[in-house]
């Protein structure tokens, strides 16, 4: 049985329109490193949103520190603007950083209002995040009163993002009983407040007493913990952050294992900090002494449109088992349907040596997409040199681009063993390569080709079977 044309072009748009990719972050010794921080193309122009995202990572730098016990910091961070921005002198060409691999995005709110800060977690406790979303009315310090300070907030998503931990709120149950008691939600019990109602009616808005059901001993549904303004406990920052006093996370010895909150639910009433302690950056760490962390060192760079070569295999092993035909049906309708307007495209085939079918043209109308299509290959035959095509493409992208942040879609049945002739030019041109093998005898150079490069870890295992 074989891949249905269906599947491969599935497999395209996976690996080209597919949700967010690796993250590039590491911990290189206490400071975080390749932190990607995007500001989302259709956030409209404003330059103080670059300096509010640097102010708010400085902020939440020092923060960090004190919370983990002098442990973590933010050392080198990224900042990707927009191509439809100003372009600057001082602005950088990205290399690794991309949208898809920013692990913090600025971004419109969805829908208007909605400035709630959140993160992508789709995984058990102690599992990584995708991505941190913030608004740029949270960055610029417009939502205060609602969230605290950026960098407090900043804070409590990246323990959400980096160690796979939970809110220590519940906005759907905010009390439960115990005792006989109302008792609200929180973490710590040492965060005082009163328990009230929040109306507002008519334009205007009053606060009073809570009231109970007599027949559930519960309090209406309408009741909230309001903490006192004044406190002096220090945690906990995944319960409220925008509390002055907290400072710090919840530890086995002030966490509220009882409360009924994500936090206890997913982790087994573990503490956030035990959580933390049990992370790879915890273990592979010991803390500092320095009393303050050093600056965040930033880098401004300017996303530019994209760059994508189509690389086909047109040797004589993809005349078998209708390759060819199945290899120019995929590219056809990713060129027609995938690839995005604006973006610059071109075309190389390869058998034992490559051919330029197409230099880089930037894809506006239809019939560019058509004079593309009509340059794929009509037939197979000769040698197999995947490493002649891929540095033929190199050669197409730098007439007009750098190779850093380029993509490469590799067609091909990979059998070739020369493959590993290339691996050092792979691995220094920057470029993504997206390789999709059309056969059952792929070379295993072809996965290390793939490693060398930047790939999106979306790895297509054997496209055939007997």
């Known amino acids: 049985k074989y891949p249905t044309l269906k599947m491969l072009v599935l497999i395209l748009t996976l690996f080209l329109l597919g949700g967010a990719g690796a993250s590039l972050i590491k911990l290189n010794g206490n400071g975080y490193e390749d932190v990607v921080i995007a500001i989302d193309p259709n956030v409209p122009e404003d330059e103080k949103l670059i300096q509010h995202i640097q102010d708010m990572v400085t902020e939440a730098s020092t923060y960090l520190y004190g919370a983990t016990e002098k442990r973590f910091y933010f050392k080198a961070v990224s900042i990707l603007i927009p191509e439809t921005w100003q372009k600057k002198n001082e602005y950088e060409e990205p290399k690794l950083e991309t949208y898809k691999k920013a692990d913090i ?3 419109v709110p969805n829908p208007p209002g909605f400035d709630v800060p959140r993160t992508d977690q789709f995984g058990q406790c102690g599992d990584k995040g995708e991505r941190i979303r913030l608004t740029p009315a949270i960055v610029l310090g417009e939502k205060l009163n609602e969230y605290g300070p950026q960098g407090k907030i900043l ?19 905010p009390f439960y009983q115990h005792d006989g008691r109302n008792v609200p939600v929180k973490c710590s019990d040492g965060i005082t407040g009163t328990n009230k109602v929040y109306a507002c009616s008519g334009g205007s808005c009053s606060i009073r007493n809570c009231r109970t059901d007599p027949k559930t001993g519960k309090l209406n549904k309408d009741c909230m913990f309001i903490p006192d303004k004044v406190q002096s406990e220090k945690a906990s920052i995944m319960f409220m952050q925008s509390i002055d006093s907290v400072v710090e996370f919840c530890t086995e010895k002030n966490h ?3 409360a009924p909150n994500p936090q206890n639910k997913m982790c087994n009433s573990r503490s956030t900090w035990e959580v933390i302690q049990n992370s790879e950056d915890y273990k592979n760490s010991i803390p500092m002494t320095e009393a ?3 600056h965040p060192i930033f880098s401004l760079k300017q996303i530019r449109e994209r760059v994508l070569i189509l690389v086909l295999d047109k ?4 005349a078998g088992e209708d390759r060819l035909n199945r290899l120019n049906q995929a590219s056809q309708l990713f060129l027609l349907q995938i690839i995005e ?3 610059w495209t071109g075309m190389v085939t390869f058998d034992s040596s490559a051919t330029i079918q197409s230099a880089l043209i930037q894809i506006e109308t239809d019939a560019q997409r058509n004079s593309l ?4 290959p009509t037939a197979a035959g000769g040698g197999t040199s995947i490493c002649s095509g891929l540095r033929t493409a190199f050669t197409v992208i730098k007439k007009k681009f750098s190779t850093h942040g380029s993509e490469i879609v590799l067609l091909t049945d990979g059998e070739d063993s020369t493959i590993s002739s290339c691996f050092d030019e792979v691995k220094q041109s920057g470029a993504i390569i997206h390789t999709v093998a059309l056969g059952p005898s792929a070379d295993p150079g072809l996965e290390k080709l793939v490693k060398s490069g930047r790939e999106e870890k979306k790895k297509v295992p054997n496209m055939e079977t007997k």
């Open 155 to 173: 804070v409590h998503e990246w323990a959400h993002l980096r160690w796979g931990v939970f809110e220590e709120y519940n906005e759907e149950e």
């Open 315 to 318: 040797s004589g092993s993809m």
């Open 256 to 258: 509220n294992t009882l």
């Open 373 to 376: 299509i009509s340059r794929l």
């Open 105 to 107: 995005v600025i971004e």
């Open 292 to 294: 303050k962390p050093p």
């Open 341 to 343: 307007k604006g973006s």
